[in-house]
């Protein structure tokens, strides 16, 4: 398997943009979570999806933010407009249906995010 | 609320020494699992071990090992025989309802 793959490794952009993140999970894997990665604030679970259902959002910093998950291979996050204290890493991880305690999530290789 | 705490911002260890990194947790609940992640200078995040709540022995994989202490609300991760390329940052998390919860990292440093 090819692991979580996410596009693209690297963007580069002006405030006000808008930024699309793109997250292809492992196939077969029924979770899928988008994180942040700030050297403030760490890691940071913006939200999650069950069976292309979106179950917790409460990390969603605000409305600028927005994630879908139109089918189980695809999952995009977007931030429209974009701002300057939005430049982080950007990390997708999926993970499959498990004892609930045993839950290994797999991460992709992350997007680092840079907005002008 | 769970709460995930990693209390040393760096270490340093020699090579062929083993090194403890610290990790202490705060849960209610009595069902939970314990992870240890690493995160090279690459920036992938890398899974090294588990611990279920309700497992009777320490974690295991190779070099790695959990030094599990329900009671104290720890699990340190021991890296035993550390190499150059044991440099990294390492979390520590915690499942909360299917999701994780990840401490604020340790920075390792390997002298040769």
């Known amino acids: 398997d090819a692991g979580v793959i996410q596009s693209p490794r690297h963007e580069v952009t002006e405030m006000g943009q808008e930024v699309t993140l793109r997250c292809k999970p492992i196939s077969g894997h029924d979770y899928l979570f988008w994180y942040r990665q700030t050297m403030m604030r760490g890691l940071e679970l913006l939200i999650y999806f069950n069976n292309n259902v979106p179950i917790d959002d409460s990390g969603m910093p605000e409305d600028r933010f927005s994630a879908k998950m139109p089918n189980a291979s695809f999952s995009t996050l977007k931030i429209q407009p974009s701002e300057p204290r939005d430049s982080a890493v950007y990390f997708c991880?999926?993970?499959?249906?498990?004892?609930?305690?045993?839950?290994?999530?797999?991460f992709g290789p992350g997007t680092r995010l840079t907005v002008l | 609320a769970q709460k995930i705490t990693q209390t040393q911002p760096g270490m340093f260890v020699q090579e062929k020494e083993a090194v403890t990194l610290d990790c202490t947790y705060d849960?209610?609940?009595?069902?939970?699992?314990l992870f240890w992640y690493k995160q090279p200078s690459s920036g992938e995040m890398i899974f090294l071990i588990y611990?279920?709540?309700?497992?009777?022995q320490n974690a295991t994989e190779g070099r790695y090992s959990l030094n599990f202490q329900k009671a104290r609300k720890s699990a340190n991760l021991v890296i035993s025989a550390s190499q150059l390329g044991d440099s990294a940052m390492y979390f520590c998390a915690m499942n909360q309802g299917g999701k994780l919860i990840f401490g604020q990292g340790t920075e390792l440093s390997v002298k040769p």
């Open positions: 611990q279920g709540s309700y497992d009777q």
């Open positions: 991880a999926s993970r499959a249906h498990l004892a609930i305690d045993y839950n290994e999530q797999f």
């Open positions: 849960t209610s609940d009595p069902s939970y699992g």
